[in-house]
């Protein structure tokens, strides 16, 4: 199958300044790398049935229905809104159709979220997995949002409202994952969809540094600028990351420079950076599907579930596995909800950047109906696309 990331136009809206870093690697690699490496295992090392029993739950009408997974990728400890996830992505798998869909959802979609037993209120998605995660500061939550994996709930709830799709289940990685699995893998090889630059790269440990700035300096240039403007206010605290088209191997710290980056003029916006997120993902399945021994691929299960907070279980993937068979034989295709689909740039009232539908700002049917239409015509499709 073609691995290529079709190249998109930039969106046509932009983006405010985030600090949060996110990584969202291993979450595929749990997820549904992990199907296939299980299926290396077992091929490499066969088991008997005798040896092992594996207690299958009920099976449904149709075992082979289509499966959502929600990938969500957020800063961790040590971050500015550190369980604010930056990276949305439903996994949509068609085992029928040897398809796997990935469906990448905007930050700023301003959607309605239950924090309180009958009361929705509305703020970005990008919040769901911090307050499903947060008793202290939301204690009014329905139940079912509450303890360890209350943020896996309610994110899993509002996705599924707004897409149509019910989540089966969800994984959340943040960035010392991100970490681990390139430190694992040994580097990747990444097929980047479009060349780009960005001036304004932050250099770790270099956040608050003056630049040569007076105290008084630093006031009056903090008191008149804001986002891009003041950051070129300070060059010293950035670096230029520069990236060509084309297939490029990269190290650990290479892949994170490539997935954070957020200030190119070109495709620089939510997009771009979901685009840049699946050509990672590709490179990290070509890699974990080149592994030829069980002594590099059991570690790497065994420290990716050690990494990830999860509500699917080793046993969850096992079943997938004698059900679906191996994730590298199925073609992969992209959706986007962006505003050159069916959403709009809009302001809350609180004056955020948003994202609302087109049609409506509570009109989640339409968005809806889009996925719905694009899934279709995705599964009677040949290959691998993506949807503009």
Known sequence: MDDKIEQIPPPLYGEKKRKTIWSIGVVLLICFVGIGLISLVRRMNPVSKKDVIIALPTPTPDPMAPKNILLLGYGGVGHDGGLLTDTIIVGHIMPK????????????????????????????INAAYAIGSDDKAYPYKPAKYTGDNGGL??????????TGLPMDFATAIDFSGFSKLMKTLGGIFVEVPYAFEDKLYPVKGKEKDACGKSDEDIAKTVATLSGTLLDQEFPCRYETLTFVKGKQFMDGETALKFVRSRHSDVNGGDFGRSLRQQAFLLGVKNRLLSFDGATKIIPLIKDGLSMVRTDISYQDIVTMVERYGSIASYSVSSIFLNDQTVLTLSTSADRQSILVPKTGGEDWDSVRTFIASEIFRIQESTGSAVVK
């Not at 159709?97 to 924090?115: G, T």
């Not at 899993?156 to 409202?161: N, Q, R, T």
Request: charged share 30%.
């Open 153 to 162: 709930k309610l994110s899993e709830d509002v996705l599924g409202k707004i």
């Open 97 to 124: 159709n040897k398809k796997l869909i990935l469906i990448s959802i905007p930050r700023d979609l301003w959607v309605p979220m239950e924090i309180k037993e009958g009361t929705t209120s509305s703020y970005k």
